[in-house]
């Protein structure tokens, strides 16, 4: 019995460091796609690359004559409303990482276990120790301290809506794992991926005909290889956590936790090739939030 709880710890705990690496380079892509590109472009490309990759799930199922996920109305209602929910946090996220340094928008991003455990708190009951309080007092310093900084650099929250965008994609990134957790109780994880996947680009499509239709100057879309990028990552990223949250015994506080090592991958790229500025005291805000990461992962 011990061995087999063991197992299931170490096998969850290593899809949600394998999840954590894709997003890091996923932040990467999303960065050099956007940077003076049409926005809605480059998620709708992202959305039907994403849909792509995930269409033999679907296609399979459709063959055997089933459309899964419990082969209810219901379920597939579940699965479109966690792709609005899903879209509207990568809509303010991509609009705030174009317009944000790296070295901002990450961090920022990384507070997401904070949100995340105080729901998992209230929704499913998991109990929170001195070592996770603790970690979430420091998570919201570190949400503070990168606020201010951020206004060093002309990003304060009094006159940046693009800060507010990322904090907006973080809660809502937030409310997006609490409720994977719910979905993981009784549908499969491909199944789930592959279907709101599809949901999501039928979502876009609409928006962005929506958006041709506006009159006004729009920023011209440049294509880049970059693009592809963002798919492959964020789906490789996407099938390790929702393995992780498929396990027995696995928390779905310490795997989003886990997810949020991704800012170290994002942060040393802001750092090391874009050159960006403050680079002392974003770090020690990052070890703020690192330190964080570490009482969450130690109480738990």
Request: with cysteine; aromatic share 12%; hydrophobic share 55%.
């Amino acid at each position: 019995m011990q061995k087999n709880f063991q197992y299931n710890f170490a096998m969850w705990v290593i899809f949600a460091l394998c999840s954590a690496l894709g997003l890091g380079f996923y932040d990467v892509m999303k960065k050099l796609s956007v940077r003076d590109n049409n926005v809605p472009a480059v998620l709708w490309f992202n959305t039907l690359f994403g849909t792509l990759l995930m269409s033999p799930v679907v296609i399979g199922l459709l063959c055997e004559g089933q459309i899964g996920l419990g082969e209810t109305v219901r379920g597939h209602g579940l699965i479109a409303l966690k792709a609005v929910i899903v879209l509207s946090s990568w809509i303010l996220g991509y609009f705030a990482i174009k317009h944000l340094p790296l070295t901002i928008q990450g961090p920022i991003n990384a507070s997401r276990p904070v949100i995340v455990l105080v729901g998992a708190l209230i929704v499913f009951g998991e109990r929170l120790n001195l070592l996770q309080w603790c970690g979430i007092l420091l998570g919201f310093a570190s949400l503070f301290f990168i606020s201010r900084l951020g206004a060093r650099e002309g990003f304060s929250l009094r006159n940046s809506r693009w800060l507010w965008m990322s904090i907006g994609a973080t809660a809502l990134g937030a409310v997006s794992a609490l409720y994977d957790k719910y979905l993981m109780q009784y549908y499969k994880p491909l199944e789930v991926q592959a279907w709101y996947s599809l949901y999501q680009l039928a979502i876009m499509t609409l928006i962005v005909m929506l958006l041709r239709r506006r009159p006004g100057a729009r920023v011209p879309f440049s294509w880049r290889w970059t693009i592809i990028g963002i798919s492959l990552f964020l789906t490789a990223a996407d099938i390790a956590y929702f393995y992780a949250l498929s396990l027995p015994g696995s928390m779905i506080a310490v795997v989003s936790m886990i997810r949020r090592g991704s800012v170290l991958v994002s942060f040393a790229f802001g750092v090391i090739v874009l050159r960006e500025k403050h680079v002392k005291a974003k770090l020690a805000d990052l070890g703020i939030l690192l330190v964080s990461l570490a009482l969450l992962v130690i109480g738990s």
